[in-house]
């Protein structure tokens, strides 16, 4: 079977004046066409099954634009969504009229910012803008702002903790939003605290948020600047999580903490966390429950020797060595210390936050403790 003989010859006028790319609109049936003009139409005929119509269109843009009559090969979706799409074909898959071939190319390494407005014109999903912020040459490009707007745009729609804080994520990357719509952002965390996490992933030594510091004493002050020039992973944090930015980041830590939704928004507040802290421990997430991390990092302090920079910490402050064991142990958090909470429930609410407080009151207490509140 072939297409009508009116969308037949519209299709070859089209192809014949070389389109950027091509979308189609199932729901109405018309095929649009972007080139340097602007945008055409063709409202299409089928002499045929809607479904069956489609595929027979697909196959012949895919023979004249790949030479490959069998349509654009969907089944190999894992490997185009991890970005292995030859870049060399990146602006014919543009023209197959087809959703997955488009998600290749946003994926792909070699995208530009050209080749990601007219992905963007070809399907306006939030999953191709997230995919094609991964990419510097888009965040750097004209295309940057306009997806890190749509996103914006977008986040009432999404419900998942996960893509809020990537979208979030991607969204407040340098140069994408002007601090106006960064601290409206900010002020609309109040109603919805899992916009918090996003701040906290994306741009935790930039909050909006100012607060005061947390000064140490003369002695303890100097040694530790010194010992943070020579890069000790345990100065650089301590003072890090001390200054004006570190103590707003502790206060939004506190924020989400207070009632946080269900188990997801928990488990990348812990990633977020430990991802802070991770100059600490460089061996990555030690899969620890909350008794077995504590453990360990007041073992790490009554025997520094395996630890070289904290036993150069230790001997050169005096007092500190209950932040230095608080450090530690938050450098370690993950999915471990919620384990045998979550494997036994799935509780979301309230009644969540009563069964988490082994892990939730441990937490609190370190958080007030590099607050000076302790």
Partial sequence: MELSSEDSLRLNVLLANKPRAIRIDESSMTLYGLSE?????????????????????????????????????????????????????LEQ??????????????????????????????SQDPDNARRMLQNPAVVNGSMGPELADFLIEYLPFE???EIIVESLRLALQPGLIDEQQKQKLWMRCSRK????????????????EQVAGR?????????????????????????????????????????VMEKPANQDVVTILLDVLRGYFAAIRSEGDPNLTMEELAEEAQQRIEQPDTDPS?????????????????????SGLGYGVVRPIFRRTDAIGSLMRRKLEPVSTPLVQWIRLLQGQY
């Fill in 193 to 208: 605290p899992t916009y918090y996490l996003g701040f906290l992933a994306s741009i935790p030594d930039d909050l909006p």
């Fill in 159 to 161: 419900s998942e903790p």
């Fill in 37 to 89: 003009k602007g945008e055409a139409k063709i409202p299409l005929n089928p002499n045929c099954r809607d479904d069956q119509y489609l595929k027979i269109l697909r196959e012949l843009l895919s023979g004249n634009v790949l030479g490959s009559p069998g349509g654009y090969p969907v089944y190999l979706q894992r490997w185009t969504r991890m970005g292995q799409t030859r870049d060399e074909n």
């Fill in 310 to 330: 904290l036993l150069v910490c230790l001997a050169n402050t005096a007092g500190l060595q209950d932040e230095l064991r608080t450090l530690r142990a938050l």
């Fill in 215 to 255: 000064s140490f004493s003369a002695q303890n002050e100097q040694a530790l600047n010194e010992l943070a020039a020579a890069e000790n992973p345990y100065a650089k944090t301590l003072l890090r999580v001390s200054s004006p930015a570190g103590q707003a980041f502790l206060n939004t830590v506190a924020k």
């Fill in 93 to 122: 898959l543009l023209l197959l009229g087809e959703p997955e071939a488009v998600v290749a190319v946003a994926c792909a390494a070699g995208l530009t910012d050209e080749l990601a407005r007219r992905a963007w014109w070809t």
